[in-house]
């Protein structure tokens, strides 16, 4: 008994080590968020929460929030859509280009981000377009759809496809097949999809950079500024960042927790009346 | 077409490709019957269910229900329901959601729907809490019974069932199919049951349709398939068997069958077609272990190769001087042998059955 545990003790200082490992970087950005120098230095001398403010009524940073945050809604919608019926066309449905449908729709996956950029920037030029953060929408949905579409056919492989046969057979249009079972089946993973599209669409760098143009998105801006012009507002947007990437994801499991206490609550009325 | 026919099926046909999967399918269905469709795997009975249900269209021919053109009408709108293989639940609703779920469709209102859920909950012995449990929590045998509950919530004209008992252990097998027997009896609805399982076609249904490569090679009650059937693949079908050639010698027209010595009287009457393929069938409980100076409309003898106990009965595996081997099978209180004994045996012409096959 006595060796187990001090096997659990190095299982739990291996695990805490991953952990620190994973998570130090970001703290170690917190602590330079609020740190009086102009200066990335530590440890650090004396600290201060000015930043925070000067980043909460900046109107640069709220640009840069609108402009993330206005492509990332934006290509979550858009690639949602796609992949949803993309993920049935890859999973679902037996058709002639299917096998190289599967192949190429992998691609732009497999492409190294900062060349598909290039590549994009070289087409909107040869195209005529000038690249704004519009044309970063598209550049971003070429590489998000796809992950999109996979999330979702993993989901859509899963089901069994007599499912929509018996639904056809009790009566349902295409339509209600769809409200009735194929959406509600795939949902879970049309969430995951989402959430991933958001953070990735949030974060990207390398594609934005390429295409947005004279528009900056906030990752491209904390690049600049790293390269020249370092001021504690850099880390402390760092850090804003992330804190809003964590409650996108803390706002979706909290919905997904809470859908059970609904659907009791419903029930209860249901049975009330 | 009889009056009493609920589905009329004329000259169905379809092809995938230059494949035939159905030729020229002729098939009536009586109001209130149990016809299970019987085929090995590639007969065409999936094809077969797939057309009636409308999930594929006929390259040629028509379905009809009661006087009404069915092919014609899209899957969604026909008044038949199929209880799938798969059984196809769905995994996101509760067992009672699943229930209404054709109710739903129909429109009906919720309370009416519920109280119809229960009834059917009830009818198949299942408790009203089920209503809210889960489908992942039911057990197998619940959810055929969730299944055919509703099947019924749709109260269809004909009940279709893609065998839906394959996939289940024997014993909860047997029991169903007694089950599913007792419904058909209960609710009078018109059943079609597709299914590979001679045995299950035998246990439930009032008359058993058997697919081969695409057309039906015999149609009609249990006891007539098995004791009179029409083909040898009929007769191999349902079963084990033993199936002789009958030859008969171009000059004399004496009847005979390679190592057996047929009574007189019986050779006489065996009413034989000279241009036809003619085959003997006697099933394994029709053949006898002969007694030393006992004697029987054909006797043949061999040696017995292998005993097999199969509870109520034992079987035999004899062979026969040409290599032939026959299975016997005897009641397993009587008299039998040991490997490697030789005996004597035999079978009465009455139990015998006589196929007529066009030579090919």
């Known amino acids: 008994m006595k060796r187990h545990t001090s096997i659990n003790i190095l299982f739990y200082l291996y695990g805490l080590l991953t952990l620190a490992f994973l998570y130090l970087p970001v703290v170690a950005v917190g602590f330079a968020s609020i740190s009086k120098s102009r200066y990335l230095r530590f440890p650090i001398r004396k600290y201060a929460t000015g930043w925070y403010g000067k980043a909460l009524t900046s109107d640069t940073v709220m640009d840069l929030l609108s402009t993330s945050v206005t492509i990332a809604v934006i290509v979550t919608v858009v690639s949602l859509v796609i992949g949803f019926f993309g993920a049935l066309a890859f999973a679902r449905y037996q058709w002639r280009f299917r096998k190289l449908y599967q192949k190429l729709i992998l691609l732009p996956i497999f492409f190294p981000q900062t060349v598909l950029g290039l590549a994009l920037l070289m087409w909107f030029n040869t195209l005529g377009i000038t690249p704004t953060w519009k044309t970063a929408i598209i550049a971003h949905l070429v590489w998000i759809t796809p992950i999109v579409t996979l999330i979702i056919a993993i989901r859509a492989y899963g089901f069994d496809p007599s499912l929509e046969d018996a639904a056809r057979d009790m009566g349902c249009s295409n339509w209600q097949i769809m409200k009735e079972v194929t959406i509600p089946l795939l949902m879970p993973a049309v969430t995951s999809a989402g959430l991933f599209a958001f953070l990735l669409s949030w974060g990207n760098f390398p594609l934005s950079l390429f295409t947005t143009g004279a528009d900056s998105t906030l990752p491209e801006w904390l690049y600049a500024k790293m390269v020249s012009g370092y001021s504690p507002l850099v880390p402390t947007l760092g850090v804003l960042s992330v804190a809003a990437s964590a409650a996108v994801i803390a706002t979706a499991f909290f919905i997904r927790a809470m859908i059970p206490a609904v659907k009791q609550a419903r029930r209860n009325y249901q049975q009330a009346h | ?360």
């Open chain 2, 1 to 360: 077409m009889s009056e009493t026919s609920i589905l009329h099926i004329a000259g169905l046909r379809k092809k995938y490709g230059d494949f035939i999967a159905l030729k020229d399918i002729d098939l009536d269905v009586g109001e209130g019957e149990f016809l299970a469709i019987v085929g090995p795997s590639g007969s065409g009975k999936t094809t077969l269910i797939k057309l009636l249900v409308g999930m594929e269209e006929q390259t040629e021919g028509s379905i009809w229900l009661r006087g009404h053109r069915l092919d014609f009408v899209p899957a969604n709108k026909r008044p038949t329901c199929m209880v799938f293989q798969s059984l196809a639940l769905f995994p996101h609703r509760s067992v009672g959601q699943n229930v209404e779920f054709p109710l739903k469709i129909k429109g009906v209102s919720p309370a009416a729907r519920k109280k119809k859920a229960l009834e059917l909950l009830e009818m198949f012995r299942l408790p009203a809490d089920y209503y809210h449990k889960s489908i992942g929590q039911c057990s197998g045998g619940e959810k055929q019974r969730i299944a055919l509950a509703r099947a019924l919530a749709f109260d269809p004209e004909i009940l279709f069932f893609d065998e839906p008992l394959s996939a289940l252990d024997y014993r909860l097998r047997k029991t169903l199919e007694k089950e599913l027997k007792n419904l058909h009896l209960r609710t009078g609805k018109t059943f079609i049951y597709i299914t590979h399982s001679l045995e299950e076609a035998m246990v439930m249904s009032d008359r058993i349709a058997i697919l081969n490569s695409g057309k039906f090679e015999q149609i009609g009650p249990a006891e007539e398939i098995y004791n009179r059937p029409k083909s040898r693949f009929v007769a191999s079908f349902m079963g084990d068997v033993n199936l002789f050639d009958i030859t008969m010698d171009q000059n004399s027209g004496q009847v005979s069958i390679p190592n057996f010595s047929i009574a007189d009287d019986v050779a006489g009457s065996m009413a034989i077609d000279p241009l036809a393929v003619n085959t003997l069938m006697v099933r394994p409980e029709s053949i006898r272990l002969l007694e030393n100076t006992e004697t029987a409309d054909f006797v043949t003898k061999g040696k017995i190769l292998g005993k097999y106990m199969l509870g109520s009965r034992i079987q035999y595996e004899i062979e026969q001087d040409d290599r032939n081997v026959l299975i016997v099978e005897t009641a397993n209180y009587s008299r039998g042998g040991t490997p490697g004994a030789t005996v004597r045996l035999g079978f009465s012409w009455p139990q015998s059955h006589l196929i007529l096959e066009a030579a090919s």
